[in-house]
């Protein structure tokens, strides 16, 4: 499900900055005067993404004076990217994406932590007999050969006492359910729990799956809310209005998950149909990693971008060990 970085960042941000910057704007909707906020997700609209919609639906947005206009990126670099050069408010990206791209000088900032726990984990057949991580010695691993993927399956792999040399990585890019379903491969990673396991046990195979930060991958934050350094300095009281609003939204989420899951089935893209039992189930393993327990809905700790950052760098992943107390703030504060 996950698209990891792989175009040059800088090229892309380059052109987008050349075409002109554009930011939130006051508005009028139904009478009243709204600040229009864009916000673009990750992909397109899935079960992760219900308490936004539930926040559209229920008004709460409205009611902090903004118009959330929700936008679907076209390429894998278009959040950060957009964000980047002001032509887009919020974005849902990536920890990762957010460490490499401050790597580069790129001034993205995550304002909340939407998925607190990593989804993407390293998958197999049950019946493969491959039992742990080091077992995939001699065997073939489908990826997309991204950097923060490689890392994150050579981590786990040395962790559990194998040697990742051995494995042979081959480079199915998008194609991950089909390449296990038809046994091309013998595991995948870059799958994620909340989709690919489900869609494949859905198909009649029974997946056994290895969370990362089990095996010496930091507990790393798989979903972030982003914005500018620009945007924030000089709109933080709006960043601030929308986190309430949506705060909203995911306490209703986890209140009602059946009844804001219809809502959020309503919003399906037309070229990417959701399947209504598969989001559900996604849902019921989202929620719980969602959690932020007794701290606010998004609350980021600086002990987990110090660990993924320093993780990144010493892997390879990242150009640099970057300053983490500018990667990251807590709009809820």
């Known amino acids: 499900m996950k698209s990891w970085v792989k175009a040059p960042l800088l090229l892309t941000l380059c052109i987008v900055l050349a075409l002109g910057a554009c930011s939130s704007k006051d508005d009028k909707k139904n009478g009243k005067n709204l600040t229009t906020v864009t916000v673009m ?27 959330v206009e929700v936008k679907m990126p076209a390429e894998t670099n278009d959040p950060i ?7 887009i408010d919020i974005a849902i990206s990536y920890q990762t994406q957010v460490i490499v791209s401050r790597a580069q000088d790129i001034p993205v900032v995550s304002i909340g932590a939407v998925v607190r ?6 998958m197999v057949k049950s019946s493969s007999g491959i039992k742990r991580p080091k077992d995939l010695e001699g065997k ?7 950097p923060v993927g490689e890392a994150l399956i050579d981590t786990v792999i040395k962790h559990d006492g194998g040697d990742p040399t051995k494995v042979k990585k081959r480079d199915v890019g998008f ?21 690919e396991k489900i869609l494949l046990e859905k198909e009649g195979h029974k997946i056994t799956a290895f969370n990362p930060a089990e095996y010496g991958v930091p507990d790393y934050y798989e979903l972030v809310a982003i914005a500018s350094e620009e945007g924030i300095s000089k709109n933080k009281e709006m960043y601030k209005k929308f986190w309430r609003a949506l705060s909203k939204g995911q306490e209703n989420t986890k209140k009602n998950p059946d ?32 959690d932020s327990g007794k701290k606010p809905f998004g609350y980021q700790e ?18 640099r060990d970057i300053d983490v107390k500018k990667a990251f703030v807590n709009i809820m504060d």
């Open 140 to 146: 073939v691993l489908g990826s997309s050969s991204a």
């Open 81 to 87: 990217k957009l964000v980047a050069a002001n032509k």
């Open 259 to 290: 009844k804001t899951l219809q809502q959020l089935l309503q919003h399906e893209d037309k070229s990417f149909k959701l399947d209504a039992d598969v989001e559900k189930k996604s849902l019921q393993v989202l929620l719980p990693l969602m």
């Open 117 to 122: 726990h990593p989804l993407d984990y390293l």
């Open 41 to 67: 997700l990750d992909w397109y609209p899935n079960a992760v993404h219900t308490a936004l919609y539930d926040a559209i639906e229920k008004g709460y947005f409205e009611k902090e004076g903004l118009d």
């Open 302 to 319: 600086e002990a987990s971008w110090r660990d993924v950052a320093h993780w990144m760098y010493k892997q390879g992943a990242a150009k």
């Open 175 to 195: 194609n991950l359910i089909p390449s296990l379903a038809t046994d091309r491969v013998d595991a995948i990673d870059g799958a994620y729990i909340n989709h």
